[in-house]
């Protein structure tokens, strides 16, 4: 099972900041937040990582409660191409770590 | 930079007969590799990870001589559905990490090969 709970679906309005959260709440002392999203009938596509600082790319934001049992991923102005199903991942560092996707977050970006 | 590729992007095959899928990191060497397969509204469930020159260690129900990977180089997996039946249609996608990296596990995905066996 994946060690994540997010909620199935969010609507956001465009040019709207969309703020996605996660639960992580048994994650370990080694293991790291990632997010992927997959747009319609496409393979994912990374957006971000942290393990406990937040952290900042030219995508989106990733916001790691002081605990690490939650997270928020922040897209700050949506558009409607940012519409796709949100999968928040912890996993280890190692290369050959596999990833077991939950059912993510479907993402509504409203024009 | 990370470009992972897949071909064919689509496939349609009868039903008995076999289909190879390629995967291949353009730009950068991928010790291990993973494969996924995805049926309409379902999540990607993972089939099986793929070290260069290893075998493949498959996940639990996915059978091996079915689904063969080949992972002959640092730059290209292959996975081949043999005498695929109509069940075995689905999405199949895969991912790479790097070889020389701080990114540690980031995947980097295919475009997904999207096979109908008629």
């Known amino acids: 099972d994946a060690k994540t709970t997010q909620p199935p679906s969010m609507d956001c309005a465009e040019g709207r900041a969309a703020n996605l959260p996660c639960n992580h709440s048994?994650?370990?002392?080694?293991?790291?937040v990632y997010w992927y999203r997959q747009i319609h009938s496409q393979g994912p596509q990374y957006i971000i990582h942290?393990?406990?600082n937040n952290e900042t790319n030219e995508m989106a934001s990733l916001i790691i409660t002081e605990d690490r049992k939650s997270s928020t991923l922040i897209l700050p102005h949506a558009t409607l191409r940012d519409t796709a199903v949100y999968y928040c991942?912890?996993?280890?560092?190692?290369?050959?770590?596999?990833?077991?996707f939950g059912k993510g977050t479907r993402l509504h970006i409203l024009p | 930079g990370a470009v992972v590729s897949q071909h064919p992007s689509r496939v349609i095959c009868k039903s008995g007969t076999s289909v190879k899928i390629e995967c291949r990191s353009l730009?950068?060497?991928?010790?291990?590799m993973f494969w996924y397969r995805q049926f309409p509204k379902q999540s990607l469930m993972l089939m099986a990870t793929?070290?260069?020159?290893?075998?493949?260690?498959?996940e639990q129900g996915v059978e091996k001589d079915k689904f063969l990977i080949n992972h002959a180089s640092l730059t290209l997996s292959t996975l081949t559905v043999t005498s695929a039946h109509p069940e075995d249609s689905s999405f199949y996608i895969c991912?790479?990490?790097?070889?020389?990296?701080?990114?540690?596990?980031?995947?980097?995905f295919g475009p997904g090969t999207r096979l109908t066996v008629l």
């Open positions: 991912s790479a990490t790097m070889l020389l990296t701080l990114a540690g596990a980031t995947q980097y």
């Open positions: 048994t994650i370990s002392g080694n293991e790291y």
């Open positions: 942290g393990l406990k």
């Open positions: 991942i912890v996993t280890r560092t190692r290369r050959d770590d596999k990833i077991i």
């Open positions: 730009d950068f060497q991928a010790t291990t």
């Open positions: 793929s070290n260069e020159g290893s075998k493949a260690t498959y």
